[in-house]
């Protein structure tokens, strides 16, 4: 028999909307801002939403995170170990924190996992957090495969959680203070003020502009979905997305990526197991490209590349379409493999390196008609950055998610037994008292 790991699919939730949608589309997780000090802002969530949430993952064996991962200050703390015992009672499965003060408190029995904002990136870090306590620890960003390796082999028995999918944070394992020091907005308080994704320029000793007005410090975004089995054979347990400040379309686009990913690898690699219950039909072929993305980039997973940056621009690109070939009056020619719809938003770079975009009015062929014309070069390439069909099925349910129960009905000598049991090996049974007749033909 093959002992089976449970691997964990963690989604982000801004709210309970947010939230059921990432355990309908597949999610072993969820984690979710507290009502005060989640290191969003503007994503706190209220405790009868959380309780709500709660109850509907429990459902499918699914898990509950709260983040109350700010730097918090003394006079806080009381007002921190109350809403921990407010949690601890709506059900809550764990809290990722990142203040140490935290541990000092009169704590419930509830599980810590520590944040990546602690900077966990050594073999040392990990078994102190560990033997501190922590249940499970999330690794820097900034790893690679050798060094989550690494740690997995020093440290078995510490679940280790990896990002895989979402935006970056240009410094170093997300701890960063610029914004504190040039609009007084904290980071580690949930106010990052984004200053990573302004346009620079970069001036030598000379005062010579070697670069001008290009976003030199924004990063592409993560996307290692081609690279889930290494990370499992690395020792990665929990797989994380981010996006706690995303719209409800793209956690339901991504969580059910990863999740038909991770689940066509657990069919051929039977030592890895799904943390939850229940499966799920999507109405909808989920599509990373037509979620926001600045580009994608591994990181440093194999090593420091130099392929991470997004110079050009931090808004979303989306998915490359084709070539603009020509326009005339009031329409465009395209070139390209995958067509267009009416609605659609569509962006390009500009001969000056900015981003600019359009609106599709309508569309015949190859044409496009934009609400209005734009300024653009021939051989210019498009990216779609919204696709209006697909936004239209993901606005409604687009996805199912059911626990397989098998029947049974047995024969008694009182009547019948009516036994049903899940996936999980929950079972029930009903003993069904009735009068029993011979067949009257055979």
């Not at 459902?59 to 730097?71: D, F, G, H, P």
């Not at 943390?275 to 993305?293: E, H, I, V, W």
């Not at 995958?338 to 659609?344: A, C, L, R, V």
Request: with cysteine.
């Amino acid at each position: 028999m093959i002992k089976q790991r449970k691997i964990e699919l963690l989604a982000p939730a801004k709210n309970l909307e947010c939230g059921i949608a990432a355990i309908d589309h597949g999610a072993d997780a969820v984690y979710i801002g507290a009502p005060k000090f989640g290191a969003r802002a503007a994503a706190v969530n209220s405790l009868e939403d959380i309780a709500a949430l709660v109850e509907y993952a429990h459902l499918y064996n699914a898990r509950i995170y709260v983040t109350v991962n700010t730097i918090l200050k003394d006079e806080e703390l009381q007002e921190t170990e109350k809403m921990i015992w407010a949690l601890f009672r709506a059900g809550v499965d764990a809290l990722i924190v990142q203040d140490m003060g935290i541990t000092g408190l009169n704590l419930p029995p509830i599980p810590l996992h520590a944040s990546t904002q602690m900077d966990n990136r050594t073999v040392e870090k990990v078994r102190f957090l560990a033997d501190a306590g922590f249940r499970q620890v999330v690794l820097a960003r900034e790893l690679s495969l050798r060094e989550i390796s690494k740690i997995h082999e020093a440290c078995p028995d510490v679940p280790l959680e990896i990002f895989v999918h979402g935006a970056l944070c240009v410094s170093y394992s997300g701890q960063c203070y610029v914004s504190q020091a040039c609009f007084g907005r904290s980071a580690n308080r949930g106010e990052c003020a984004q200053f990573c994704r302004l346009p620079f320029s970069l001036v030598d000793a000379e005062g010579r502009v070697i670069v001008k007005d290009k976003h030199l410090l924004s990063l592409k975004d993560l996307n290692r979905s081609d690279e889930l089995e290494a990370l499992l054979d690395a020792g990665a347990s929990s797989f994380k997305i981010e996006g706690r400040l995303k719209d409800v379309s793209y956690v339901k686009n991504v969580t059910a990526a990863y999740r038909r990913k991770l689940d066509a690898i657990f069919a051929r690699r039977k030592e890895y197991a799904r943390a939850s219950s229940g499966s799920c039909r999507y109405a909808f072929n989920p599509q990373l490209d037509k979620s926001f993305s600045r580009g994608f980039t591994h990181y440093y997973l194999h090593g420091r590349t130099k392929d991470v940056f997004s110079f050009d621009t931090p808004k979303s690109l989306g998915e490359e379409m084709g070539t603009m070939k020509e326009a005339r009056g009031n329409y465009l020619t395209v070139a390209g493999l995958k067509s267009f719809n009416n609605g659609d938003g569509v962006c390009y770079i500009d001969e000056q390196g900015r981003l600019q975009g359009f609106r599709i009015n309508r569309v015949e062929g190859n044409k496009l008609y934009p609400q209005e014309m734009p300024r653009i070069k021939p051989r210019t390439v498009l990216y779609r950055n919204f696709d209006q069909e697909f936004e239209k099925i993901l606005a409604r349910k687009s996805s199912e998610r059911r626990i397989a129960v098998s029947v049974r009905l047995t024969d008694t000598p009182f009547g019948f037994a009516l036994t049903l049991t899940d996936e999980d090996d929950n079972s029930v049974t009903l003993s069904l008292a009735r009068e029993k007749e011979p067949a009257r033909t055979p």
